[in-house]
């Protein structure tokens, strides 16, 4: 599980030493007794942000004194800042070159697709002829009704289960009636704490079995090696696996001629997927990151990432005021288009909720094996895209 040399991290450790910050966001993790260390906390003149008791960490905001307090404690086995996650992609804007829509007999009827992203705007795509979001949550300002300050999370949400009214069917997401349930964890700017992912994820895991959901779409990386952070989502993850709930991450948006997953991607519990280009032909993609030719066993596989077609957002929507609903305009440009990893991780999310539905006992083992078989190999590095890219005609009836 977790074994460290020293309680808090060197990093954190060197900040206190040069009296770098006032108070500092952490992520602390208790052996046991979780509850005393929350009021020693409270009581210690700090707060706590988030506590998730499937990986027993809590996140906090503390002083540099109470951090090295909480360190004597028996029941605190390691402290590390709270680092940040990144939304994976580059923006193109308004072309529609790449279209994922192509036609088979699945549509992903009532499977949930659990999405940790920067929100969802209520696009006419996901609310007609039915409501697709099932379920928001606003981690960051508490808001109750949808909405997408930065426009992420609406895009991947619409290349997943869009129901193309806006374009007469032609743009429509690739499990049409899958549902989404949308965790707000990013900001207008496409940044998260890991904390507040982590919560997200604990979230969708407790609801999962009740609310059928059975992919766990994550478009973002963290673009920093921390064994620490990578441990707790690899332990979240192995739980996910063992409830049905199978996670989908990209392996990252660094240069592709390097070894360059360094984060989630490298994780065994999950289907990690590189981007490549299929406009004309068959090209690596420059930001998917590679394994180097490193026998990692990842990425698993590949698919397509540049300049899909999905939603556009009203990034300046706001979905209530005093505690009131508004409603949002009509946009003028009710599509866009976007390029980079987590396009190809929402294209997999949704391949992923055809096949639950046609067969909704299917394992993780079974899913990756699945989709490992259908692939087949590009003439381009095996390092950028592990297995190769989903033939959907050989996976789907």
């Not at 001629?257 to 993609?285: A, R």
């Amino acid at each position: 599980m977790f074994l460290w040399k020293s309680k808090i991290d060197v990093n954190l450790k060197k900040a206190i030493d040069i009296n770098l910050y006032k108070n500092y966001r952490v992520i602390i993790h208790c052996k046991n007794l979780q509850e005393n260390i929350e009021k020693r906390i409270k009581s210690g003149g700090g707060k706590v942000l988030k506590s998730i008791y499937n990986i027993d960490i809590i996140s906090a905001s503390i002083s540099p004194l109470l951090i090295l307090r909480l360190s004597e404690y028996p029941e605190v086995s390691f402290i590390t800042f709270d680092s940040f996650a990144f939304l994976c992609g580059r923006s193109v804007i308004h072309s529609n070159k790449a279209y994922i829509g192509d036609t088979y007999n699945l549509t992903g009827k009532n499977v949930g697709i659990g999405l940790v992203d920067s929100g969802i705007y209520p696009h006419p795509d996901l609310l007609l002829p039915k409501n697709k979001i099932k379920y928001f949550l606003d981690i960051l300002d508490g808001f109750k009704y949808p909405y997408d300050d930065n426009g992420h999370g609406t895009f991947i949400s619409g290349l997943i289960s869009g129901s193309g009214h806006s374009s007469e069917g032609k743009f429509k997401g690739i499990a049409e009636n899958s549902l989404i349930y949308c965790y707000k964890a990013f900001n207008r700017f496409g940044r998260a704490y890991v904390s507040d992912i982590l919560f997200a994820i604990d979230d969708i895991l407790t609801r999962s079995q009740k609310d059928n959901i059975k992919v766990l779409c994550l478009p973002f990386e963290i673009l920093e090696y921390n064994p620490f952070i990578i441990n707790c989502f690899s332990i979240l993850f192995e739980k996910c696996i063992k409830v049905g709930l199978v996670p989908i991450v990209p392996s990252g948006s660094i240069n592709v001629d390097e070894e360059t997953i360094i984060g989630l991607g490298l994780i065994p519990h999950c289907i990690t997927v590189s981007g490549v280009n299929i406009q004309d032909s068959i090209k690596e993609f420059r930001f998917s990151s590679s394994n180097g030719n490193k026998k990692i066993g990842k990425p698993d596989i590949a698919a397509n990432c540049v300049d899909l077609c999905s939603l556009n957002t009203d990034t300046e929507y706001i979905s209530e005021r005093n505690g009131k609903k508004l409603y949002p305009k009509t946009l003028d440009i009710p599509y866009t288009s976007y390029t980079g990893t987590s396009c190809a991780v929402a294209y997999v999310s949704g391949v992923c909720a055809l096949l639950f539905e046609n067969n909704p006992a299917l394992t993780f083992k079974d899913l990756l094996s699945l989709i490992k078989v259908s692939s087949e190999l590009a003439p381009i590095s095996k390092s950028s895209q592990g297995n190769g890219i989903i033939n959907i005609n050989k996976l789907l009836p």
